[in-house]
């Protein structure tokens, strides 16, 4: 796991080795069996799928796509639907510094300090 998710590294990997990652990360065989609100099971598909995720979230990977991101895929990743209607607003949350305290005030006008 080391090697392949922190390290990026391509490795020979077996579907036993992808059920056995699955147990130690506590995903199988509960994702596998229980369900939610009686919608089946929330971990379907092949167990080694999890080792085709490292190609994207490998450390290295992730890394790399920070580094390559623009101004502005940081800005639409960093927002959604909710906030961008939010910062509209004029009675949206907010911080601010005063007198070398940060304050979060609430829309109601309620302070608590941090």
Known sequence: MIRLFGLGEKIETTAQD????????????NGR????????????????????AAEITAIPNLAAAVADARE???ATAG??????????????????????????VRPAGNRVGW
């Open 72 to 74: 502005a895929e940081f």
């Open 18 to 29: 992808a059920v056995l990652v699955e147990r130690v990360l506590g995903l199988a065989p």
């Open 33 to 52: 069996r229980r369900t939610i609100d009686g919608t089946g099971p929330w971990l379907t598909g092949p167990s080694e799928d999890l080792f085709s």
């Open 79 to 104: 927002s959604t639907p909710a906030s961008r209607a939010a910062s509209s607003k004029s009675r949206t949350s907010a911080l601010r510094v005063s007198s070398g305290r940060l304050t979060h």
